[in-house]
């Protein structure tokens, strides 16, 4: 048999998957959603840019689908992605303005959190309306008193435990938006003083 005659096919090894893949009825995040994200983000942080953000991170979305990336380690991986441009962004403006600032903007942050929690426990948040769902409101009560214990007294808190906060919902509950800021910012607030 001439070597001319033998046909040789290589076949493209796939890759494996970053994270582990749902399965069942099971939805997870879809996996080329979350592929194009992460290689972006690594690329923006490798070259040191300043076009994605913590809280870009924060608000990443994707979609829902069979087979996809297992919820829970896409975004573990993405608190880690997250912590990583917060520090990054700390340390720019300590060598630029000094710790003193960075400190300050933090105390700020934090006191205007704790003056929104100072408000009557039931009506933290404005409410939707009677017939609309919103966020249970006894449920983001007890989160806003841990808030304001570890903004005020130092009790335990971290970011994980904000990042995966989840409330059911009620009608005539508290507004998501209103909510999800807030714990937004005081993740914020967190990372500062990492």
């Not at 297992?70 to 300590?94: F, H, Q």
């Not at 904000?162 to 937004?184: I, K, N, P, T, W």
Request: a negative charge; hydrophobic letters at 45%.
């Amino acid at each position: 048999m001439a070597a001319d005659d033998v046909q040789i096919t290589e076949v493209a090894a796939e890759a494996p998957p970053a994270f582990s893949l749902t399965s069942g009825r099971t939805q997870g995040y879809h996996r080329a959603a979350v592929d194009t994200f992460l290689a972006a983000a690594r690329t923006a942080f490798e070259d040191d840019a300043d076009d994605l953000t913590a809280a870009d991170v924060r608000v990443a979305s994707f979609p829902l689908v069979k087979n996809g990336y297992v919820v829970s380690e896409v975004d573990a991986a993405l608190g880690r992605v997250e912590d990583a441009l917060a520090a990054r962004a700390r340390d720019r403006v300590v060598r630029s303005s000094g710790a003193g600032a960075w400190v300050e903007q933090a105390r700020e942050d934090a006191q205007v959190i704790l003056d929104h929690l100072a408000r009557p426990k039931r009506q933290r948040f404005a409410r939707t309306g009677f017939l609309t769902f919103g966020y249970r409101i006894d449920e983001v009560d007890h989160v806003a008193l841990r808030i304001a214990r570890y903004l005020r007294d130092g009790d335990p808190l971290t970011a994980e435990q904000l990042r995966s906060a989840a409330f059911r919902m009620q009608r005539g509950g508290y507004r998501e938006e209103q909510v999800d800021a807030l714990l937004d910012a005081t993740v914020d607030v967190i990372l500062a003083v990492r």
